[in-house]
């Protein structure tokens, strides 16, 4: 099992900046990407940021030039740097980790970005 949690969620203003943190514990041995999805009210859960272990990484175009996902590997977190922010960001954040076939959620972090 993997255990994930999200935090650095909140309000914000439009153009405004926030930091998303996760903490991986558990058996994170072989997990072989981390990632970040976002789900606003009334529309599917969407990948935004994914990490492999390798350090390669991909966005959704939406977020492009203005999110970036990194990892500190000493530490077992990942982060999300949201800047620019838009009110259309606004949905809450959750942490994936990819192990083999199987995927770990965390519990999610809301960011409501107003205009």
């Known amino acids: 099992q993997v255990q994930l949690v999200e935090s650095g969620g909140g309000l914000v203003q439009a153009g405004g900046s926030l930091r998303l943190s996760c903490a991986a514990s558990?058996?994170?041995?072989?997990?072989?990407?981390m990632g970040w999805y976002r789900q606003a009210p009334g529309k599917q859960r969407e990948l935004v940021a994914r990490i492999t272990v390798g350090g390669s990484t991909n966005y959704t175009d939406s977020v492009k030039g203005r999110f970036t996902i990194s990892r500190d590997n000493a530490k077992n977190t990942v982060y999300l740097q949201m800047n620019s922010l838009k009110p259309e960001d606004t949905a809450v954040y959750y942490c994936?980790?990819?192990?083999?076939?199987?995927?770990?959620w965390g519990q999610g972090t809301q960011v409501t970005v107003s205009s």
């Open positions: 558990g058996s994170i041995f072989s997990v072989n990407a």
């Open positions: 994936q980790a990819a192990k083999y076939g199987a995927r770990y």
